[in-house]
């Protein structure tokens, strides 16, 4: 894919920063989003998107082998429900039913062979804010590396969602510039975070997921005690929390 990043605004040295850097960045940003807005006994509901073109067939297997984390966290919670998203090939947009189970998302997850293609980013936002518009959505996670797509269209998308109260995680793996831009934005739009990281990254990843499973499933005070128990990431999010 060609360079773009002479399209977007540059950063000056002083304010990169590394991956760590942006990791702590977007716990701080997870521990200032609003709140789900779940009632007394309601699950949990999180869209897990993925861009399954080509390049990114390591990190599919990677979140394959660690979405289970996200089931094992929520389940004192009441229990979360996922919907996984991807788009793939020429066009190719695939959405599954919601379900409950790690078994469900383990197998479709572990079906899919990534395919060369163009990013469908504003589709996954799209498809989000209908689901929200149908039934209450806590959180969309998505997980890419490359933005190929209009960020003035997709900036129109983010703010429909940020419209229905749906903040979006974006775990963006790499330093695409392009990619860095827009998915900035639309955490920005949507009232979402934003984290950087990389093929290596799998601890990483797995608590992330974790961590934004459980917001979605029962927020902040929820995450505090999932960082009393684990620590690590988590606890970077509770230690930075307000009371809801």
């Given amino acids: 894919m060609a360079d773009k990043d002479s399209k977007v605004p540059k950063r000056s040295a002083k304010h990169d920063i590394s991956a760590d850097g942006d990791v702590s960045a977007f716990l701080r940003q997870v521990a200032t989003a609003p709140p789900p807005m779940n009632k007394t006994g309601e699950r949990g509901?999180?869209?897990?998107?993925?861009?399954?073109?080509a390049s990114r067939q390591p990190s599919w297997d990677q979140a394959a082998a660690i979405?289970?984390?996200?089931?094992?966290?929520?389940?004192?919670?009441?229990?979360?429900?996922?919907?996984?998203?991807?788009f793939r090939g020429f066009g190719e947009f695939k959405v599954s039913r919601w379900t409950d189970s790690e078994a469900d998302l383990q197998t479709w997850m572990t079906s899919v062979q990534c395919r060369a293609g163009e990013t469908q980013l504003?589709?996954?936002?799209?498809?989000?804010?209908n689901e929200a518009a149908r039934n209450r959505v806590n959180a969309l996670v998505f997980v890419g590396d490359s933005c190929e797509e209009d960020i003035d269209h997709i900036?129109?998308?983010?703010?429909?969602?940020?419209?229905?109260?749906?903040?979006a995680f974006m775990f963006h793996e790499g330093n695409d510039g392009?990619?860095?831009?827009?998915?900035?934005?639309v955490a920005r739009l949507t009232r979402g975070a934003y984290c950087r990281f990389d093929a290596a990254s799998a601890a990483t990843l797995r608590d992330l997921l974790a961590a934004v499973a459980v917001y979605a499933a029962g927020g902040r005070m929820a995450l505090e005690d999932l960082a009393k128990r684990n620590g690590g990431a988590v606890l970077q999010i509770a230690n930075q929390m307000t009371p809801e």
């Fill in 45 to 53: 509901r999180l869209i897990f998107a993925m861009d399954a073109t």
């Fill in 67 to 86: 979405q289970g984390q996200m089931f094992h966290e929520t389940a004192a919670l009441g229990g979360l429900d996922i919907q996984l998203v991807f």
């Fill in 122 to 129: 504003s589709k996954i936002l799209t498809h989000t804010a």
């Fill in 155 to 167: 900036g129109v998308k983010a703010g429909e969602l940020g419209l229905k109260g749906v903040p």
């Fill in 178 to 185: 392009v990619a860095s831009f827009a998915f900035r934005e």
